[in-house]
C-alpha cells in the first residue's frame, strides 16, 4: 500500500501530517460554533419545544462539553497506548455517530446524548492530534505548525457562523435549515479518517514501544530526506532514546491521579498543574465573555439592526481567523512566553476600554458613537486573542510532558480547557445581570493578573526539542528563575539541555543552529 512518507520528506511531509491535523481541528472549530446557529432556528426550537427554555438550550449545549471531558479522559489513556494514527481513527468514529445522531434527532435526550457523543470525539481528538502534530515537527518550527492548524479551527468557527446565516434565508419551517448544518460537521471527520491511513505513526511513539526500524524510517523522512543515517537522523533519535532511558527509571506508566497528585523525579505533577492552569487562565482572559457580549452591544449598545448585528459579528470572526495568521510567523521567533505577555497586556486594554464605553452614564451621553468604540475594540481584543492566547494554550501542553504520558498530558490540556469553559459558561450571565459593564474590568483585571503569572511558573518551550524539554522540567524548584539556576549549577545549559549528546567539544549549540530549512520543518 502506497505511504505518505514514500513521496513526502522533509518540510513537505511535516506539512502534510500538519494538513491532515487541520481536518481535526478544523471539525473543533466548526462543532464550537455550530450550536449558536442551531439554537435560534425555529423549526428546532419548535420540534424540540425549546421555546423560552433558556436553560434546557444551554443544557443542551453544555453537555458537548461534558462529553468533550469524558473523551479527554479516555482519548489520553487509549493515545499512550495504542498509538497516534489508531487513536485518531477512533475519534473520527465517534464524530461520525455523533454527528449523524445528532442530525437525526427528534427530541431533546436524543439531542442531548447525540451532542455528548460528539463531545467524546472532540476530546478524544484534542488529546492526540497536538501530540501526533508535534512529535512530528522539528523544534524550530512546532509552533507555527501547531498555529496554522488553529488558523483552521477559527476558519470552522466561521464556517459555522456563515453556514447558519445562509440558512436563516431559507424556508425556516423546513428542518434542513438546522439538520444540514448539523450533518456537515461529518466532512472533515470522513477525509480525515480516510487520510490518516497513509500517514505515518509518531517517531517517538514507534520507539518506546520499541519498533526501531519503523522509527528510523519515519525520522529519515522526516528529517533526512529519506537517508536513515542523516546527522539529524542519528542526533533526534539519540535524544529520543536519552529521554526513553530517563523516564524509564520511573517505573511503569501514572496513572491520570498519579500524575496529578505523585511526586517523580520527572517532575509530572508540575507539568499537569501548568497545563491545566493555563487553559483555565486562557478562559479567564476574557475570550467567552466577548463571545457571549459581542452581540449584545452590537444591537442593545450600538443601536445597530439585527442583520447589521449579525454581519459585524460575521465579520469579527473573519478577522479572528486571519489573525490566527500572526502567530504562525511569530509563536517561535518570539517564544511562547512573551507572546502570552503582549497579547494579555493587549487584551486587558481593550477590555479595560470595553468597561468604560458601556458604563451607562457614560455610554448614555452618545449611544452610537461609544456602540462603534466598543465595537472595535471587541475587534481589537479578539485579533489580539487569536494572535496570541488562542494558539500558545494548546502547544504548550504537547510540549512539556514526557513521552510514556504526552497522549495524557493532551487529556489534561483538555480537560482544563472544559473547566475553564464551563465556569465561564456559567459564571458570566449572571455577572452580566449583576454588575453589568463591570465584568468587563473583572475579566481586564485577569489578563492583568496572568502576566506575573506566566513569568514565575512557566518556562520558555520555543526551539527546544521535546526531548530537552524533558530535562527543563527535570528541576526540584518550580520557579523559573530559580530552576534555571538549578540546571546550571549543574552544568546545564537552559538555552541547549542535551548538547553532551550532540557534541562533547562545546560546539554543540553552534551546530543546532547549522539546520538546513528543511531540518527546520
Given at each position: 500500500m502506497?505511504k505518505v512518507?514514500?513521496s513526502?520528506?522533509?518540510?513537505?511531509?511535516?506539512?502534510?501530517?500538519?494538513?491532515a491535523?487541520?481536518?481535526?481541528?478544523?471539525?473543533?472549530?466548526?462543532?464550537?460554533?455550530?450550536?449558536?446557529?442551531?439554537?435560534?432556528?425555529?423549526?428546532?426550537?419548535?420540534?424540540?419545544?425549546?421555546?423560552?427554555?433558556?436553560?434546557?438550550?444551554?443544557?443542551?449545549?453544555?453537555?458537548?462539553?461534558?462529553?468533550?471531558?469524558?473523551?479527554?479522559?479516555?482519548?489520553?489513556?487509549?493515545?499512550?497506548?495504542?498509538?497516534?494514527?489508531?487513536?485518531?481513527l477512533?475519534?473520527?468514529?465517534?464524530?461520525?455517530?455523533?454527528?449523524?445522531?445528532?442530525t437525526?434527532?427528534?427530541n431533546?435526550?436524543?439531542?442531548?446524548?447525540?451532542?455528548?457523543?460528539?463531545?467524546?470525539?472532540?476530546?478524544?481528538?484534542?488529546?492526540i492530534?497536538?501530540?501526533?502534530?508535534?512529535?512530528?515537527?522539528?523544534?524550530?518550527?512546532?509552533?507555527?505548525?501547531i498555529?496554522?492548524?488553529f488558523?483552521?479551527?477559527?476558519?470552522?468557527?466561521?464556517?459555522?457562523?456563515?453556514l447558519?446565516?445562509?440558512?436563516?434565508f431559507?424556508?425556516?419551517?423546513?428542518?434542513?435549515?438546522?439538520?444540514?448544518?448539523?450533518?456537515?460537521?461529518?466532512?472533515?471527520?470522513?477525509?480525515?479518517?480516510?487520510?490518516v491511513?497513509f500517514?505515518?505513526?509518531?517517531?517517538?511513539?514507534?520507539?518506546?514501544?520499541?519498533?526501531k526500524?519503523?522509527?528510523l524510517?519515519?525520522?529519515?523522512?522526516?528529517?533526512?530526506?529519506?537517508?536513515?543515517?542523516?546527522?539529524?537522523?542519528?542526533?533526534?533519535?539519540?535524544?529520543?532514546?536519552?529521554?526513553?532511558?530517563?523516564?524509564?527509571?520511573?517505573?511503569?506508566?501514572?496513572?491520570?491521579?498519579?500524575?496529578?497528585?505523585?511526586?517523580?523525579?520527572?517532575?509530572?505533577?508540575?507539568?499537569?498543574?501548568?497545563?491545566v492552569?493555563?487553559?483555565?487562565?486562557?478562559?479567564?482572559?476574557?475570550?467567552?465573555?466577548?463571545?457571549?457580549?459581542?452581540?449584545?452591544?452590537?444591537?442593545?449598545?450600538?443601536?445597530?439592526?439585527?442583520?447589521?448585528?449579525?454581519?459585524l459579528?460575521?465579520?469579527?470572526?473573519?478577522?479572528?481567523?486571519f489573525?490566527?495568521?500572526?502567530?504562525?510567523?511569530?509563536?517561535?521567533?518570539?517564544?511562547?512566553?512573551?507572546?502570552m505577555?503582549?497579547?494579555?497586556?493587549?487584551?486587558?486594554?481593550?477590555?479595560?476600554m470595553?468597561?468604560?464605553?458601556?458604563?451607562?452614564?457614560?455610554i448614555?451621553?452618545?449611544?452610537?458613537?461609544?456602540?462603534?468604540?466598543?465595537?472595535v475594540?471587541?475587534?481589537?481584543?479578539?485579533?489580539?486573542?487569536?494572535?496570541?492566547?488562542?494558539?500558545?494554550?494548546?502547544?504548550?501542553?504537547?510540549?512539556?510532558?514526557p513521552l510514556?504520558?504526552?497522549?495524557?498530558?493532551?487529556?489534561?490540556?483538555?480537560?482544563?480547557?472544559?473547566?475553564?469553559?464551563?465556569?465561564?459558561?456559567?459564571?458570566?450571565?449572571?455577572l452580566?445581570?449583576?454588575?453589568?459593564?463591570?465584568?468587563?474590568?473583572?475579566?481586564?483585571?485577569?489578563?492583568?493578573?496572568?502576566?506575573?503569572?506566566?513569568?514565575?511558573?512557566?518556562?520558555?518551550?520555543?526551539?527546544l526539542?521535546?526531548?530537552?524539554?524533558?530535562?527543563?522540567?527535570?528541576?526540584?524548584?518550580t520557579?523559573?528563575k530559580?530552576?534555571?539556576?538549578?540546571?546550571?549549577?549543574?552544568?546545564?545549559?537552559?538555552?541547549?539541555?542535551?548538547?553532551?549528546?550532540?557534541?562533547?567539544?562545546?560546539?554543540?549549540?553552534?551546530?543546532k543552529?547549522e539546520?538546513?530549512?528543511?531540518?527546520?520543518?
Open positions: 502506497w512518507i514514500d513526502f520528506h522533509g518540510k513537505s511531509l511535516v506539512i502534510a501530517i500538519n494538513v491535523c487541520g481536518f481535526s481541528i478544523f471539525a473543533f472549530g466548526y462543532d464550537q460554533g455550530l450550536m449558536a446557529g442551531v439554537n435560534v432556528t425555529p423549526s428546532y426550537l419548535e420540534l424540540m419545544d425549546l421555546e423560552g427554555k433558556e436553560t434546557m438550550r444551554g443544557g443542551i449545549v453544555a453537555s458537548y462539553y461534558c462529553g468533550s471531558l469524558l473523551g479527554s479522559f479516555i482519548g489520553g489513556w487509549t493515545g499512550d497506548k495504542l498509538g497516534r494514527i489508531k487513536c485518531i477512533i475519534g473520527c468514529v465517534w464524530g461520525i455517530v455523533g454527528a449523524s445522531l445528532q437525526a434527532a427528534m431533546v435526550p436524543w439531542m442531548i446524548c447525540s451532542r455528548i457523543i460528539t463531545g467524546v470525539a472532540t476530546g478524544y481528538l484534542n488529546a492530534v497536538p501530540v501526533w502534530s508535534a512529535e512530528t515537527s522539528h523544534a524550530t518550527s512546532r509552533g507555527m505548525f498555529a496554522m492548524e488558523t483552521l479551527n477559527i476558519f470552522g468557527v466561521v464556517v459555522a457562523y456563515w447558519a446565516f445562509g440558512m436563516s431559507a424556508d425556516q419551517s423546513n428542518s434542513v435549515t438546522w439538520r444540514f448544518p448539523v450533518a456537515f460537521q461529518m466532512l472533515p471527520q470522513i477525509i480525515l479518517f480516510i487520510m491511513f500517514f505515518p505513526e509518531s517517531p517517538r511513539w514507534l520507539l518506546k514501544n520499541n519498533r526500524e519503523e522509527c524510517e519515519v525520522l529519515a523522512a522526516l528529517r533526512g530526506d529519506g537517508d536513515q543515517n542523516h546527522p539529524e537522523v542519528v542526533r533526534e533519535f539519540k535524544e529520543i532514546e536519552e529521554a526513553l532511558l530517563l523516564e524509564s527509571k520511573e517505573g511503569g506508566e501514572p496513572s491520570f491521579y498519579k500524575m496529578m497528585f505523585e511526586k517523580d523525579q520527572l517532575n509530572i505533577p508540575r507539568r499537569v498543574h501548568l497545563t492552569w493555563l487553559q483555565i487562565i486562557q478562559q479567564l482572559v476574557g475570550i467567552g465573555v466577548i463571545t457571549i457580549y459581542a452581540p449584545e452591544v452590537f444591537i442593545g449598545s450600538a443601536g445597530f439592526s439585527r442583520f447589521v448585528s449579525q454581519l459579528s460575521g465579520i469579527n470572526n473573519v478577522t479572528y481567523m489573525s490566527t495568521l500572526v502567530a504562525v510567523f511569530t509563536l517561535d521567533k518570539w517564544g511562547r512566553r512573551f507572546t505577555f503582549y497579547g494579555a497586556v493587549g487584551q486587558g486594554i481593550a477590555l479595560l470595553v468597561a468604560i464605553l458601556t458604563k451607562p452614564e457614560i448614555a451621553q452618545d449611544p452610537l458613537g461609544y456602540g462603534i468604540g466598543t465595537t475594540f471587541i475587534f481589537i481584543y479578539t485579533a489580539l486573542f487569536g494572535m496570541t492566547w488562542l494558539t500558545v494554550t494548546w502547544l504548550y501542553p504537547v510540549e512539556i510532558y510514556r504520558v504526552r497522549a495524557r498530558g493532551g487529556a489534561w490540556s483538555t480537560i482544563g480547557w472544559s473547566i475553564g469553559n464551563g465556569l465561564v459558561t456559567l459564571s458570566t450571565p449572571p452580566l445581570a449583576e454588575i453589568g459593564w463591570a465584568t468587563f474590568l473583572l475579566y481586564a483585571g485577569f489578563n492583568f493578573v496572568a502576566i506575573p503569572v506566566i513569568w514565575a511558573l512557566y518556562p520558555e518551550t520555543a526551539n526539542t521535546l526531548e530537552e524539554l524533558d530535562v527543563i522540567f527535570s528541576t526540584k524548584a520557579l523559573v530559580s530552576a534555571e539556576k538549578e540546571l546550571r549549577s549543574r552544568g546545564i545549559d537552559p538555552k541547549d539541555p542535551l548538547a553532551h549528546l550532540r557534541n562533547g567539544n562545546g560546539h554543540a549549540a553552534d551546530e543552529r539546520l538546513t530549512q528543511d531540518e527546520k520543518a
